[in-house]
């Protein structure tokens, strides 16, 4: 099926309405660039299929998701540049040598080239896809704001360090310089290239900029003079030279203004596009319009949605189990979603979602969902009435009845948006989000979660509204050395409840192999 028609029908609420660079199509589609950097102002007029655009969608939201959760972990620069770099190559990547990559390209040739303008295809065409999703309400644009700018940077900083590297190298330094040099001459960025005789004259107050230019690089770095209000954050870190209202800015560091510029024009064209969004859902309901409107709450985590495995490899959550690994590897969230289910024997509308699509997703089967349901909630009511006021809306999250569609489990930022409970009634929503710091503090306590001090840093997240980074930190207590231990994969643990209970198995079970004295679920025999 044909999507591009409703891309290409409404340029202004996602674009500025210029055209630069692409054309229609995989073999004109693009305009190469030499260098993997895209300000993204021009609509694409790709034609995609309904399953390549959840397709490609899906990969970014992947990459975003992976820097939203790097953001959690003490990861060194050197680290998280690594990590990210893995993650592009993974997810926005099209390479032949990767027969399991969906984005591989349809065309039977082998070349750079080819593999290059897919990549460039991929890139492009999600970076649209996803900003049409995330338009819809001011925490989701910026939050989408927020992930884009750091992925736009990294790039942008590899650039410049590949080509500030290679200047004085006398050999294929020139080609990435030249390709910034143009990155910036086509995307309107008007820096005045400093005089060779002016930057002479200067030279002394240029180099001694604090962790500036090396001075035997001196004589061949390029030198920018712009508004210093473009500046602003050099400036502020002290890394330019300011005369006459103008900042002295090397090329290297010329990121920063990019950078900025970046962020200015994409949060004004989300603004355009939550306009207009209603519009388009309204036109595009029978295609793209449902997947747009679920987008933010795909599931994209580490083997969504199977089961979560033993250490025997056996099926760990069933409804014998349930309990033991609620007390030792659930997260927060579903941990109170647990405990409310206990002592209430049911659960209102919101929560039986939240903590129902958890369990389908964490690998309870159908069958081990409605026994565990059936066990709790008929100890306030009959078999005959759970069976007909409960075990339906059961059935339907496991695609069973109404459309049979495939239901993902909450992430955190769903979780987070999401209604709050009412105190003492409901149990579902994010802890760290809706509890107030007396009661979050007392049950960090109560569930004896650390020593003191680090209970304290869990709530110092809290307080300035990082909650995410408070439960990364729950993990983090927890499970010391996590990181590690061979088998254990972290991606995902402050970002999503399924992600944050897979790590903590996987934890367990590798202590367990380990031979550490721990206590591990032991699934067999389990009654």
């Known amino acids: 099926m044909n999507v591009a028609g409703s891309i290409r029908s409404r340029p202004a609420p996602l674009s500025d309405g210029k055209r630069r660079g692409y054309a229609d199509g995989i073999g004109g589609g693009i305009a190469s660039s030499s260098i993997d950097v895209d300000m993204y ?30 953001k959690t972990r003490n990861l060194t620069p050197e680290m998280f540049r690594t990590q990210l ?6 997810n926005l990547t099209v390479t032949t040598a990767n027969n399991s990559n969906p984005w591989e390209s349809k065309q039977s040739s082998n070349s750079n080239t080819n593999m290059a303008e897919a990549s460039k295809k991929l890139d492009v065409a999600s970076h649209f896809i996803l900003r049409a999703a995330y338009c819809r309400t001011e925490d989701l644009r910026r939050w989408f704001l927020t992930q884009e700018c750091h992925l ?20 294929g330094g020139k080609k990435n310089n030249d390709a910034l040099r143009n990155f910036l001459a086509n995307n309107d960025f008007d820096l005045e290239c400093v005089s060779r005789s002016e930057k002479e004259k200067l030279r002394d107050k240029l180099l001694s900029v604090p962790s500036g230019v090396n001075p035997m690089d001196f004589h061949n770095t390029e030198y920018y003079r712009v508004p210093f209000v ?26 920063s203004i990019v950078a900025a510029k ?34 933010n709450s795909q599931y994209t985590g580490p083997g969504a949605p199977n089961a979560v495995l033993g250490a025997d490899g056996q099926e760990v959550l069933t409804a014998a189990t349930v309990d033991a690994l609620a007390a030792q590897s659930m997260p927060l969230c579903m941990k109170q979603l647990h405990k409310g289910l206990q002592r209430d024997h049911k659960l209102k509308h919101m929560a039986r979602l939240q903590y129902g699509l958890f369990l389908k997703g964490a690998g309870m089967s159908l069958e081990e969902h409605t026994l565990f349901f059936h066990k709790e909630f008929t100890r306030i009511m ?24 495939s239901y993902t489990p909450y992430n955190c930022m769903k979780i987070i948006l999401g209604n709050p409970p009412n105190s003492g009634v409901e149990h579902h929503g994010c802890p760290y989000k809706h509890y107030d710091d007396a009661n979050l503090s007392a049950l960090l306590g109560q569930l004896k979660i650390g020593n003191a001090s680090e209970r304290e ?20 207590v927890m499970h010391p050395a996590a990181a590690s231990l061979e088998g254990v994969n972290l991606d995902g643990v402050g970002n999503h409840p399924n992600a944050w209970f897979s790590a903590s198995v996987s934890y367990h079970n590798a202590k367990s192999r380990n031979g550490a004295s721990m206590d591990v679920v032991k699934v067999e025999g389990a009654v």
Not at 50 to 70: G, H, P, S, T, W
Not at 165 to 170: A, E, F, L, P
Request: charged share 25%; glycine share 8%.
């Open 262 to 295: 970046f962020r200015a024009t994409l949060s004004k064209s989300l603004a355009l596009a939550a306009g207009v969004f209603g519009q388009v859902a309204h036109d595009e309901q029978a295609r793209i319009g449902p997947l747009l409107k679920s987008m």
């Open 41 to 70: 102002t021009d609509v694409p007029s790709f034609e995609l299929s309904l399953d390549e655009f959840e397709e490609y969608a899906l990969a970014r939201l992947k990459v975003l998701r992976k820097i939203e959760e790097m």
């Open 152 to 171: 736009f940077r990294h790039r942008l900083e590899s650039v410049a360090q590949t080509q500030t590297g290679s200047i004085t190298d006398g050999g």
């Open 230 to 255: 473009q500046a602003l954050e050099l400036v502020a870190k002290r890394e330019c030279y300011i005369l006459g209202g103008y900042a002295y800015v090397p090329l290297s560091r010329i990121v």
């Open 382 to 405: 009959t078999s005959d009435q759970f069976n007909k006021e409960y075990s339906y809306s059961i059935r339907h999250m496991h695609g069973k009845e109404g459309k049979r569609g």
């Open 85 to 90: 770099d893995a993650s592009i190559k993974a």
């Open 457 to 476: 840093a869990i709530m110092a997240h809290k307080r300035d509204g990082n909650f995410q980074l408070a439960c990364a930190k729950h993990f983090e």
